[in-house]
């Protein structure tokens, strides 16, 4: 073997060994949503939009777009780990289709369901994104003028 085929081997074995650490810890639900994040990044001229910084440092920011009186889409942005990853993107396909007072409505403990749940380190993640799509729906609430 050469120095490449050594190095691409270690690469291999080592990315094996982070998924088998990461099918230990977190459920099915949690890997698929933050390794295929479809909703992550920024929608372009979004109804409203909220961003929290939240206890642990990790940023999240949530835009919506409403047609009909319906969140029509959704995406979201965090620099933070891949619980907040997952979080962000389930949240973002839990409320397409919802009316802003039906997404208003979404807890932590709904978005932890729909995950199949997350080890209690990790918890954090659920709240942020949660309070980060309230922040997002008050906003609304102030340039819309309505009361969700």
Not at 17 to 46: A, C, L
Not at 63 to 78: H, M, N, P, V, Y
Not at 81 to 107: D, F, H, R, V, W
């Amino acid at each position: 073997m050469n120095c490449d085929e050594d190095f691409k081997n270690m690469v291999k074995n080592l990315q094996q060994r982070i998924y088998q650490d990461e099918e230990k810890t977190y459920s099915k639900k949690v890997i698929e949503e933050y390794r295929n994040p479809h909703n992550f990044g920024f929608i372009k001229n979004p109804y409203a939009s909220g961003k929290i910084k939240g206890a642990c440092g990790d940023t999240m920011r949530i835009g919506i777009k409403i047609r009909d009186q319906k969140i029509s889409d959704a995406r979201f942005w965090t620099d933070g780990c891949g619980a907040s990853i997952a979080c962000g993107n389930m949240l973002s396909k839990m409320i397409k289709g919802k009316t802003p007072q039906e997404a208003k409505n979404i807890k932590n403990s709904d978005l932890l369901q729909a995950l199949d749940g997350i080890p209690t380190e990790h918890q954090h993640c659920a709240k942020l994104a949660v309070d980060t799509l309230h922040n997002c729906l008050k906003n609304y609430e102030k340039l819309k003028n309505v009361k969700i």
